[in-house]
């Protein structure tokens, strides 16, 4: 699994309660990105980072925020957990340079709002 | 939404037979990627083509993109019970970001 490792593996949480889910990464690669899949809609991009301290929206972003303080973790926290936002989270990391590199993926945290 | 589309949905072939999966997307892209994601785990990389590639081959995976048509297949061939999973294709477009379609679920029958 490329060294990726995403924690915890399930959570049940209740409504209106921030949680936090971690992306560790061994790989020393630049990109990180944060997606989450649900039946029908594959999977669908949240935030992503390039860099420590840079990171990016993508197209589901509203009531998700992220930061990257150090190469190897990506956090991705839900200010406030909705029942909307049940999904399974996936971390995803990429070296991107040479360019057009793939992704390489963790094996996902199951997320369940109450 | 950015994200691209695979056609069929779920696909059902008996082990031996090729299995063709569709994928069509909507933007102008720098490469398109297939992953495989078996049950409960995270994708797998499979094979990409670049966007001045026409056809890519690895193993039993053959692969074709019509840039005119925004649209790519992958062919599996000579299928077998492991192939079993679903597959995605995915788009990295040239502001860095990677777009999933909805997935072909493909099942093997022995």
């Known amino acids: 699994d490329a060294g990726i490792t995403q924690s915890p593996r399930h959570k049940v949480t209740e409504t209106g309660t921030p949680v936090t889910l971690r992306c560790h990464q061994t790989e020393n690669h630049r990109y990180m990105y944060w997606y989450r899949q649900d039946p029908g809609h594959g999977l669908r991009l949240i935030h992503y980072s390039y860099g420590v301290k840079d990171t990016d929206k993508g197209e589901v972003s509203d009531g998700y925020s992220v930061s990257r303080s150090k190469t190897e973790d990506f956090l991705l926290t839900l200010e406030s957990a909705t029942s909307s936002q049940t999904s399974v989270y996936f971390c995803?990391?990429?070296?991107?340079?040479?360019?057009?590199?793939?992704?390489?993926f963790g094996n996902g945290t199951r997320l369940t709002v109450t | 939404s950015q994200q691209g589309e695979e056609d069929p949905q779920a696909l059902s072939i008996q082990e031996g037979e090729n299995a063709t999966m569709n994928c069509s997307y909507k933007?102008?892209?720098?490469?398109l990627q297939w992953y495989r994601q078996n049950s409960g785990r995270g994708l797998v990389h499979l094979i990409l083509?670049?966007?001045?590639?026409r056809e890519k081959h690895s193993g039993r995976l053959r692969v074709t993109l019509d840039t005119s048509k925004k649209s790519s297949s992958l062919l599996i061939t000579a299928s077998r019970a492991a192939d079993t999973a679903s597959y995605f294709c995915?788009?990295?477009?040239?502001?860095?970001?990677?777009?999933f379609g909805t997935g072909t679920s493909l099942t093997v029958i022995p």
């Open positions: 995915a788009t990295e477009n040239t502001g860095n970001q990677f777009y």
């Open positions: 933007t102008s892209i720098n490469n």
């Open positions: 083509i670049r966007s001045n590639e």
């Open positions: 995803a990391i990429s070296e991107r340079l040479p360019y057009n590199s793939p992704l390489h």
